[in-house]
């Protein structure tokens, strides 16, 4: 039985014996010599936005749907 490492792939060994072979590798899928990527640890999250406060409206009172303007100067039937 042979044994037969890889010198550019550390961590791979093949094995042969009778005509056979059978390669396995396990390792960081670095090549010797080569420099491993390593990432850096992300930003961490920042928290939710405020929510906006809402504004009064800029004409004062606030129209109510369905209530028709009074005209000024106009008096109110009781």
């Known amino acids: ?10 961590g791979s060994v093949t094995v042969a014996k009778g005509g056979k072979f059978c390669t396995i590798y396990v390792g960081d899928a670095c090549k010797r ?8 640890k992300p930003d961490d999250v920042l928290p939710d936005p405020q ?3 809402d504004c ?6 606030e129209k109510v749907v369905g209530e ?6 106009a008096e109110e039937d009781e």
Not at 1 to 10: A, D, F, T, Y
Not at 68 to 73: D, I, L, Q, S, Y
Request: charged share 30%.
């Open 56 to 61: 009064p409206e800029p004409q004062g009172k």
């Open 51 to 53: 929510e906006p406060v």
């Open 1 to 10: 039985m042979n044994v037969i490492k890889s010198l550019r792939w550390p």
């Open 68 to 73: 028709e303007p009074k005209e000024e100067g």
């Open 33 to 40: 010599g080569d420099s491993c990527y390593n990432p850096t």
